[in-house]
């Protein structure tokens, strides 16, 4: 009986909050579709009264309903009347002047076309014949190059950002919903997001320093350095706009809104073989890839670089510079010095390298050899000859 009671009033309770909730004028809130009926569809508002909206804002441009029963929208509250509530996503087309008044006031979202391309920004249509300007700063996230091409003609959400002279001076932003939007998307993510997780995302911008994704509402950077593991010079030869990505959370800086993110740590790593095909002592073939003051750093494989360093440079003679004796992109066998996987570093020496002193002993053996052959060559060539011939004369006369 106790237990019967409890819920009784846990069920009171709960009435009690739903009845005692209000909403603002503009309050944005998620509410869940419980029917579709013609043309109006009922919403689940948390609220005691029914929610109601018109059924032409979740149709398509064919006229196709685009949610059912059961899915959860994201709505604005406009007006109460009798028991229902009175929702909508944005005010659309064939609205008035005291709509888009009160959009501006309660911050709904009104559905505009974007006409023109004018000084400073566009000229943007509201409610079927109502002229506003969006600046070119407020279309959106990132600029874009070719803005006329990319906005004409185009349907799109703004917010009324000012509302003058009874509506002959409206200024817009689509920007401002966007990142609105990015906010709610933001908050979200903060409670899955972690670095070390692998992401999916879509490339948006392309710049020197590194790739811009879009990883579900909210942007994180590649940077040049983790893209690939050998030295990127131009990243539009790994990345294009629009291109899906994955990547690995690096970092996450949510008060700096700053998400870095590794496209090489999705790839093999190129060092857990190079004890194996790179065996100190070996000799490979190579590609010098650049040129610094202190050496030259060679490519042996993909994501393996290695340093011969400028004292193993110049054939035993002194040099200032590698470039002295090599040039970037020219081929070079090379032999496997040192490996320190820790670092991550290999010491390279040219193939043909003699060690000062290898050098100095193979001279000091050649002149030795040099000196032997001297001293054989003072020797008469024909003393042994000469010898015969005197015991040969003498053996002669004591006949």
């Known amino acids: 009986m106790e237990k019967n009671t409890e819920s009784f009033a846990d069920l009171f309770n709960e009435d009690t909050k739903k009845t005692l909730r209000r909403l603002n004028r503009g309050e944005r809130i998620t509410a869940t579709i419980v029917g579709i009926s013609g043309e109006s569809i009922f919403l689940d508002t948390g609220a005691k009264s029914e929610g109601i909206m018109n059924a032409s804002e979740l149709k398509d441009s064919d006229g196709n309903l685009t ?62 014949n109502i002229r506003a300007f969006c600046p070119y700063s407020q279309m959106g ?11 004409l003609e185009t349907h799109m959400p703004f917010k009324i950002t000012r509302y003058e002279e009874n509506g002959r001076n409206i200024v817009v932003s689509a920007r401002a919903l966007l990142e609105e939007e990015r906010e709610r998307q933001k908050e979200a993510l903060q409670q899955t997001l972690a670095e070390g997780m692998t992401v999916k995302g879509t490339v948006t911008s392309i710049r020197d320093f590194g790739a811009f994704v879009d990883i579900g509402g909210i942007e994180g950077l590649i940077p040049i350095s983790e893209i690939g593991w050998s030295r990127v010079d131009d990243i539009k030869e790994y990345f294009t706009i629009g291109q899906e990505v994955q990547a690995v959370i690096k970092s996450l800086d949510w008060q700096k809104d700053r998400i870095s993110l590794s496209y090489k740590d999705t790839l093999d790593d190129p060092w857990e073989r190079v004890a194996t095909e790179f065996p100190v002592g070996s000799t490979h073939p190579g590609k010098v890839v650049r040129l610094a003051q202190f050496g030259a750093f060679v490519t042996l494989a993909p994501g393996i670089d290695g340093l011969i360093h400028i004292s193993k440079l110049g054939g035993g003679r002194r040099i200032n510079h590698p470039r002295e004796v090599m040039e970037a992109g020219q081929d070079i066998d090379v ?51 000469l010898g015969e011939l005197l015991k040969k004369k003498l053996a002669e006369k004591q006949k």
Do not use: C, M
């Open 67 to 128: 949610a059912a029963i059961g899915d959860k929208v994201e709505v604005y509250f406009i007006a109460a009347k009798s028991s229902e509530q009175i929702f909508t996503t944005r005010i659309g087309a064939g609205s008035g002047s005291a709509h888009l008044e009160e959009a501006w006031r309660s911050g709904i979202p009104v559905d505009g076309v974007v006409k023109a391309e004018i000084k400073g920004g566009f000229e943007i249509t509201l409610g079927g």
């Open 141 to 151: 996230l990132r600029r874009v190059e070719d803005a006329g091409g990319e906005y």
């Open 335 to 385: 032999t496997i010095e040192s490996i320190d996987n820790d670092k991550r570093k290999v010491s390279l020496i040219p193939a043909d390298y003699e060690a000062p002193e290898e050098k100095e002993e193979v001279e000091r053996k050649e002149f030795k050899e040099f000196q032997a052959g001297r001293k054989e060559s003072k020797q008469p060539k024909d003393i042994g000859s």
